[in-house]
Structure formats: structure tokens, C-alpha cells
């Protein structure tokens, strides 16, 4: 339940950035992470680097961005990363 809230949170943060979501909007279909496709303008690599400076850890595959919230993933958290990725974008 914690996990399907923190990536419904995600989802909504992707759609309010208008960031494509590569992850399956229904939470029957998903599983624990959110795929969100970055910009080209906005190369994968410096976001993830600039979010592990901020000490948000994230991944990416190519300019996919992995958000993978886990068991010590709080609310707060997730706010600070969407507040970091809209100063990034």
C-alpha cells in the first residue's frame, strides 16, 4: 500500500511535468517502480547526477528515469524529489 501511494504520487508528478510515462498507469499493471522519459535536451545522466548531489537516489536506462520507492521512502521524500526534478526540467 505505501508503495502504490508513493507511485501514484510519481505518476501525478510525471503528468504535471508532462514527462511521458513509460510505466502502466493502472496500479494492477505496474509493479513497484515509475519510468518516466526525459527530454533529449536534458541528458539522463546529469539528472541523475544532480539528484545524488541533492542525496535523491535515482537510475536511468538511455533517458529513461527509474523512480523506485522503497519501505524508507517517505511522503517527504517524494515531494523533495519532485521540488528538484521541477528546478532540473
Do not use: F, Y
Request: overall charge positive; proline content about 8%; hydrophobic content about 45%.
Amino acid at each position: 500500500a505505501h508503495n502504490r501511494a508513493l507511485t501514484a504520487r510519481l505518476i501525478a508528478l510525471a503528468d504535471e511535468l508532462g514527462l511521458p510515462l513509460l510505466t502502466p498507469r493502472p496500479p494492477e499493471k505496474r509493479g513497484g517502480s515509475v519510468m518516466l522519459k526525459l527530454p533529449e535536451s536534458r541528458p539522463a545522466k546529469g539528472i541523475v547526477d544532480a539528484l545524488r548531489a541533492q542525496g535523491i537516489t535515482t537510475d536511468a536506462r538511455g533517458q529513461t528515469l527509474r523512480l523506485s520507492p522503497g519501505v524508507m521512502t517517505s511522503e517527504a521524500g517524494v515531494v523533495r524529489l519532485a521540488q528538484a526534478l521541477k528546478a532540473l526540467l
